[in-house]
């Protein structure tokens, strides 16, 4: 390591470099005193200065080597000064020893003595100079402030000197002019060490220290915010600074802004705003089920009324008796309820079915249903089809033993024969093989044939599966609510159902406790009431994973019929939308200007039957509703030469019709048989003429309407929507469900899911917040809540928000306004002991949101009432620059580094670097030992230079069967043209790895050999993987802590392989190879 000396620092000299970090407020007094003959006094302060630069050298160059055409950024020779770190100086622990005070009996006249001994400083004697000057006793309080700060040495205090030390701080702090308070603020945390014994005369307010213990109590009992504890609040989202990196906290602020940005552009008030930004979404992440008292459910037992039950207690009060952790509470009541939907005949329902027969074989306290799925297709008997046999089977097996408690308990038993009796998928052979060895003397035709009595189920269990949303199968519900698909192997399917049932217990256990569940309630009925369970499941509206959310906040004063569809075309998104949304109209229940809130935008080609069909579901659900009004827009395929028929109606009606009206006739002209005589011509409009239609009006314009707006449609769908001609879809509130598929349907109970999703999440409280505010210029009330949902619902799902009270902020608290109060304002509250290590970082951070936001800013000084030992050991500086700089010339500047001045010479100290947790910081020029440097030792200033040398990527992997990690699996990390650059092994406990990257696209892969044998990549997440691809691609494109999760699994054949296992070993040890 080498070593730059800093020339404009010398020892010799009588000059005084200042602190980049200190204020306007300091840097004036500084000058004063130098100009009040001072200069000769001081002696020359060293200079620390420290500099972390990102620097991609040609060694690192040719191992992460940039090819062309790859996605790795060209790194220069030009070194980048970051930002986003914090610098200690650590003052040795042998330092800063209290003296021995404990002969002394009178503390209060020893500090008088002492007092009397420290007047003369510098030279100066303050005392006469008091006398002499009394109007002068605030400056010369300041000069004598300075000169104890300027010594160079830091001499041991006493103890009852340290006590007060941080209310002196917060006192030193309030009295300070506002403007300059937040400066105080960081230069006292930062330089504590070098300030603490000028505090020591500092007269602690008292009408401060009791708002502060006050504010302490509040605190404490409120937000378990302890005395000296810290705490960062962001619109009142809490951040602990001791693991949110700067990135992370910028992160969220931009979020923040965007959101609050939106919501200001909509015209949404200042108090509305906030209240908006509370609003918590997080009840969407719950989990959803379906309700499971259908008649296609078979159930095998029934523990409420089985008599194999009878023994066991039947009140709901035994859920709070308590028992062993893990143990099964025997209860004769339906609390769990396990559904299995399988096609019978798939060897993966096999291992399914064996366990659940286990459940009954063990009297487990669950009760198991199953749905047989099988081919609807009615042309299908039970010769033809392996999963006919099996449902044909079962129902005779059961209805050969109507009447008896175990009859669909035997017939279960049938179906685990035949799959004990085959391996891999069933046939029809060995259905009927098995059938006719169990029952002789029954005709296979009456139960497999044509006419059988037996095929019967099929057509209920399709519907429950379309309501259910099943797209793959096997799947499990539990009380409705669907269980992972990854764990339903054999594996893990019991242990999966295990906790699913102590999670239960836990809900059931606090309704109990409440009141809420009693003996006297129908336990099935009491879970089916449960605001999670829905009508009808679809993921499309119960996930977000896969959909898009169109941007509703921009502005425009123009509707389709004021604008060519050219200039249309030329719009950017945002406008485009809000060009479309001030032409639609609306199809409701009533014709009122009620708040509605949920807009719902039908997508399609209505000359499609596929198109009539979604529409016609959502015009028949409006019936049902009048919370939801439905715009239909046109998606047409303009590249063809039908009349638009279809297409021309809905819009005249939606158009020109009261909503009502409109409902009414559509319902009618878009229902199937009515559709077709109208295409084919043996009806005609007036045929479906309602009241308050005036159908020689809606035949008028009919004839003489303009093709254009389907073409301004269609460049809406194209380039807002990214849809093809003709495809279909539903926006609710902004969110677009995603392009559905040609056969897909979105039937009435959909909308009905859609109302009570939105309901339920956030729609409830959007309202309450918005009944009362005035509407918008150029919309209703209904247009302002379906914007500001659309805003709100691209906010982030996160924890909840809290409101910081305190008992007082008159003495205590730092209060910086907002630079401009009409646009939208952070709220930024900090609470921290101003002499804290806590202090120390987040001082910094608020000086720069002040510059970078517009924010109200509350610093509340959580100052210890009394110390025992010095505080804070450190010097500290925090580099972050809110914006980059330039010189004159348009020139970057050098960039930001930490600069420590004013230190003392003969303590030891110690230089340490805080950066965040993935940064890699390799020390690359010092030529002084950094963890014992001695001012009075060096001839100049110690420079050291550091370097970021990788961003690491972290990542967990798990075994996806067991959810243990894979001990000995090794990843690699590299890119197309080198597959290999880094490699590492996953940690046995955590399953924890990191990798070595750079700023680039990666590849990680298993590593080739044992790993690559045995496991394969079954899921990730955290990663930038293109839909479709094979690889598991990672993005690193900024500072932020990247994390992957990793779940991998055994390939076939190799389940019982393991990756440490020696090789002797798995041939049968040591001894059976010297055997041979």
């Not at 099943?470 to 054999?490: C, D, F, R, W, Y």
């Amino acid at each position: 390591m080498r070593c730059r000396p800093n020339k404009r620092t010398n020892k010799n000299t009588n000059s005084t470099v200042s602190s980049s970090q200190d204020s306007e407020f300091h840097k004036r007094e500084h000058a004063d005193l130098l100009s009040q003959g001072t200069q000769d006094s001081q002696r020359a302060r060293n200079l620390v200065d420290l500099t972390l630069l990102l620097f991609s050298s040609r060694e690192a160059q040719s191992r992460f080597g940039v090819a062309d055409g790859d996605k790795h950024f060209e790194s220069t020779k030009k070194k980048v000064r970051l930002s986003g770190y914090g610098v200690e100086l650590a003052i040795k622990s042998t330092e800063y020893k209290a003296q021995d005070d404990t002969k002394v009996q009178d503390d209060g006249g020893r500090q008088e003595e002492d007092d009397e001994q420290e007047v003369e400083v510098e030279g100066f004697l303050f005392s006469k100079l008091e006398s002499l000057h009394p109007e002068k006793m605030d400056e010369l309080e300041q000069l004598r402030n300075h000169l104890v700060e300027s010594r160079h040495e830091m001499a041991p205090m006493k103890v009852w000197q340290l006590q007060h030390l941080s209310m002196q701080a917060a006192q030193r702090i309030m009295t300070t002019p506002k403007g300059e308070q937040l400066s105080v603020f960081v230069h006292t945390a930062q330089n504590f060490p070098m300030l603490a014994r000028s505090l020591v005369r500092t007269k602690v307010d008292d009408k401060m220290k009791r708002e502060i213990l006050k504010n302490q109590n509040q605190l404490s009992a409120q937000m378990d915010v302890n005395p000296s504890d810290a705490a960062l609040f962001i619109n009142g989202m809490y951040f602990d600074m001791d693991f949110t990196d700067i990135y992370t906290l910028l992160d969220h602020i931009r979020t923040e802004d965007r959101v609050m940005g939106g919501l200001y552009k909509l015209g949404v008030p200042g108090d509305s705003l906030s209240t908006l930004l509370n609003i918590d979404l997080s009840e969407s992440k719950q989990d959803y089920g379906i309700d499971i008292r259908d008649t296609a459910i078979v159930w095998m037992n029934d523990i409420e009324n089985d008599r194999a039950y009878s023994k066991w207690s039947s009140s709901v009060g035994e859920l709070l008796r308590p028992t062993y952790p893990g143990m099964l509470r025997s209860i004769r009541k339906n609390f769990h309820n396990l559904v299995i939907v399988a096609e019978p005949e798939k060897a993966s329902t096999a291992d399914l079915i064996r366990l659940v027969e286990g459940f009954l074989t063990h009297n487990a306290p669950v009760r198991i249903g199953i749905v047989m799925s099988v081919n609807p297709d009615q042309t299908l008997r039970g010769y033809d089809d392996a999963g006919v046999a099996m449902l044909c089977a079962f129902n005779y097996v059961a209805q050969n033993l109507e009447g008896r408690e175990d009859a669909n308990y035997k017939a279960l038993q049938f179906l685990v024969d035949v799959y004990s009796n085959v391996q891999g998928d069933i046939t029809v052979d060995d259905v009927t093989s098995h059938f006719k060895s169990k029952y002789r003397s029954v005709d296979l035709e009456d139960v497999f044939g044509e006419d059988s009595d037996y095929d019967v189920g099929r057509m209920l269990a399709q519907e429950f599966v379309e309501k259910a949303g099943i797209t793959s199968l096997p799947q499990a519900l539990m009380n409705g609510v669907p269980l992972p698909e990854k764990h339903l192997n054999a594996d893990e399917f019991e242990e999966v159902v295990l906790m699913d049932v102590m999670r239960t217990t836990q809900t059931l256990q606090r309704a109990v406790y409440k009141g809420q569940l009693e003996d006297k309630h129908d336990v099935v009925d009491w879970l089916m009431s449960l605001p999670n369970i829905m009508p009808r499941l679809n993921e499309r509206i119960l996930s977000t994973k896969n959909s898009k959310f169109i941007d509703l906040t921009g502005s425009s004063g123009e509707t389709l019929n004021s604008v060519s569809v050219e200039s249309f075309a030329t719009q950017k998104a945002p406008e485009m939308t809000a060009t479309l949304a001030n032409s639609c109209r609306y199809i409701t229940t009533k014709n009122d200007h009620t708040l509605r809130p949920l807009t719902v935008w039908i997508v399609g080609d209505f000359d499609t039957y596929e198109g009539r069909a979604i529409l016609l579901e959502g015009v028949k659900y409006l019936r049902e509703s009048n919370s939801i009004r439905i715009c239909a827009i046109h998606n047409a395929d303009l590249s063809s030469e039908s009349p638009k028929l279809f297409s021309r109606a809905v819009e005249v009606a939606q158009t020109t019709m009261p909503p009502a009206v409109a409902r009414q006739f559509l319902a009618k002209v878009l229902e199937k048989d009515n559709a077709k005589k109208i295409i084919a011509g043996t009806k005609k409009w007036k045929d479906f003429e309602i009241a308050g239609l005036d159908i020689d009006a809606f035949t008028s314009r009919m004839d003489s309407f303009k093709d254009s707006v389907f073409k301004a449609h269609s460049v809406f769908c194209k380039k807002v929507l990214a849809l093809s001609p003709g495809q279909r879809t539903v926006v609710a509130n902004g969110r677009h469900l995603g392009t559905f598929k040609a056969t897909e349907k979105f039937v009435m109970e959909d909308f009905g899911l859609l109302e009570k999703y939105v309901h339920s999440t956030f729609g409830e409280k959007l309202t309450e917040v918005l009944v009362g505010e005035d509407p918008p210029a150029n919309g209703d009330i209904s247009d302002l809540t379906m914007k500001v949902a659309g805003v709100l619902q691209t906010k982030p799902q996160s924890k909840g928000r809290t409101t910081v009270n305190l008992r007082s902020d008159q003495y205590s608290v730092v209060k910086i306004p907002a630079r401009n109060p009409n646009m939208p304002v952070f709220d930024i509250v900090a609470i921290c002991d101003p002499v804290s290590s806590a202090a120390q970082k987040i001082g910094p951070i608020l000086m720069v949101l002040q510059e970078i936001v517009n924010a109200e800013i509350r610093v509340v000084l959580n100052a210890r009432e009394k110390h025992s030992e010095m505080p804070l050991r450190r010097f500290y500086r925090y580099v972050l620059e809110p914006e980059p700089q330039f010189t004159d010339a348009g020139d970057m500047t050098a960039g930001p580094y930490a600069r420590f001045t004013g230190l003392p010479e003969s303590s030891i100290l110690t230089l340490n670097y805080h950066a965040p947790e993935n940064w890699l910081v390799e020390v690359v020029k010092s030529v002084y030992d950094l963890d014992n440097i001695k001012l009075d030792l060096v001839e100049t200033g110690v420079h050291s230079e550091f370097e970021l040398e990788h961003l690491l990527l972290e990542g967990h992997c798990f075994e996806q069967s067991s959810g243990n990690p894979p001990r000995g699996l090794q990843f690699t990390l590299g890119n197309r043209q080198q597959p290999v650059l880094v490699d590492t092994i996953v940690m046995a406990n955590l399953g924890y790895f990191q990798l070595k990257a750079n700023p680039g696209a990666w590849l990680l892969r298993l590593r080739q050999g044992r790993s690559a044998d045995i496991y394969n990549i079954a899921s990730h997440e955290g990663t930038d993987t293109p839909v479709g691809s094979e690889d598991v691609e990672i993005i690193i494109s900024s500072f932020r802590s990247h994390v992957v999760k990793v779940r991998v699994g055994k390939q076939p054949g190799k389940q019982h392989l393991e990756l440490l296992a020696d090789e002797n070993e798995e041939s049968g040890g040591l001894w059976n190879s010297i055997t041979r």
